[in-house]
């Protein structure tokens, strides 16, 4: 591709407006606000405080606190049960030591959030990319946030078919970074595709 082609086809991006940027700040402050409560419920509805002295934190097979009777939402299929998450997704790194894991997942946090954060002001993406930036950066926020305070995070939505499949519990931080993380791939595929058509009409 020459390089006049080139620059058709990836025009320069255009910084977001203030109006933009400060609705992406206040949708990331409203869904991380609202992941926190969602936690804070669980603890006080799903969970009891225990009575004598805790288990070692993230002793395999132990919590923090006690399970309390799940809320069955859809029998055999969905409830909201406490649960405790020292690892990544699907407990990924649950074995390490609570400061590596703090380090390690907090700094994907942060260079991740702030990487997302710098692009939409800087304008890249379209309105998909847009709207997955605040769902990724609170999903991200809300969770460090329980590792610093806890060393784990608390789950508690649990969908499962019957007793022959279950999928590991997760809350509504995981919900808006897999959604966010979906948006963000389509309007990469979008972008890419709207790129290779200028090419694609000037070969022709």
């Known amino acids: 591709m020459s390089a006049e082609k080139k620059a058709r086809a990836t025009p320069p991006s255009v910084p977001r407006s203030r109006l933009a940027v400060g609705l992406c700040l206040l949708a990331t ?3 991380t606000a609202a992941d926190l409560a969602s936690k804070a419920w669980a603890e006080g509805a799903l969970a009891i405080e225990r009575t004598n002295d805790a288990p070692p934190l993230c002793e395999p097979g132990t919590m923090q606190r006690l399970r309390a009777e799940p809320v069955v939402l859809i029998e055999g299929y969905l409830e909201l049960r406490y649960a405790e998450n020292c690892g990544a997704a699907f407990g ?3 074995g390490a030591s609570p400061n590596a894991r703090k380090a390690v997942f907090g700094i994907a946090a942060t260079l991740a959030s702030i990487a997302l954060l ?9 309105v998909l990319f847009a709207y ?9 926020v809300g969770n460090l946030v329980d590792r610093i305070r806890y060393g784990y995070v608390v789950d508690f939505i649990y969908f499962h078919w019957q007793d022959a499949w279950e999928y590991p519990t997760f809350n509504v931080a995981d919900c808006g970074i897999t959604v966010g993380v979906v948006l ?4 990469g595929f979008r972008e890419g595709k709207a790129e290779r058509a200028p090419v694609a009409q000037d070969g022709a």
């Not at 710098?118 to 379209?126: A, D, K, L, P, T």
């Not at 930036?133 to 609170?138: A, E, G, H, K, R």
């Not at 963000?184 to 309007?187: E, F, I, Q, T």
């Open 132 to 140: 997955s930036v605040p769902l990724i950066v609170s999903g991200a």
């Open 118 to 126: 710098v692009m939409f002001v800087r304008g890249r993406g379209r």
């Open 92 to 94: 990924l790194m649950r």
């Open 29 to 31: 402050i409203g869904l």
């Open 184 to 187: 963000l791939v389509l309007d």
